[in-house]
């Protein structure tokens, strides 16, 4: 079974960085797609971003494109989020999720079968 957790979260001003790992153990997730996701206070959880096994596909929600940066390293089982240019609307929690089905790529939480129990980032203005 496989068991994310992720950490690198914390509170920052507006305009500030922050890298997010998420570190896989109890399995390997070299032939999963990773996402990133998030929910924000009083909101629904929404996807942030994506990457392939191998990470030649990458995606990110229109909100964060251009600020952060997807990536990973199947011999350390981790996967990165470098967040830039923070703004306080990127406040919530963020969730590490590795995609069920091997080989297969996909935004939609539901086909996401592994979760972390998220890392809180808050950006004050």
């Known amino acids: 079974q496989v068991q994310l957790v992720e950490s690198g979260g914390g509170l920052v001003q507006v305009g500030g960085s922050l890298r997010l790992t998420c570190v896989a153990s109890?399995?390997?997730?070299?032939?999963?797609?990773m996402g990133w996701f998030r929910r924000a206070p009083g909101k629904e959880r929404e996807f942030v971003s994506y990457i392939s096994w191998s990470s030649r596909d990458i995606d990110y929600a229109d909100f964060v494109k251009g600020r952060f940066t997807i990536s990973r390293d199947n011999t350390k089982n981790t996967v990165y989020l470098q967040m830039s240019n923070l703004k306080p609307e990127d406040t919530g929690v963020y969730y590490c999720?590795?995609?069920?089905?091997?080989?297969?790529?996909?935004?939609?939480?539901?086909?996401?079968?592994?979760w972390g129990r998220g890392t809180q980032v808050t950006v004050s203005s």
């Open positions: 109890g399995g390997t997730i070299k032939n999963n797609a």
């Open positions: 999720a590795a995609v069920q089905r091997s080989w297969f790529l996909t935004i939609r939480s539901q086909e996401y079968g592994y």
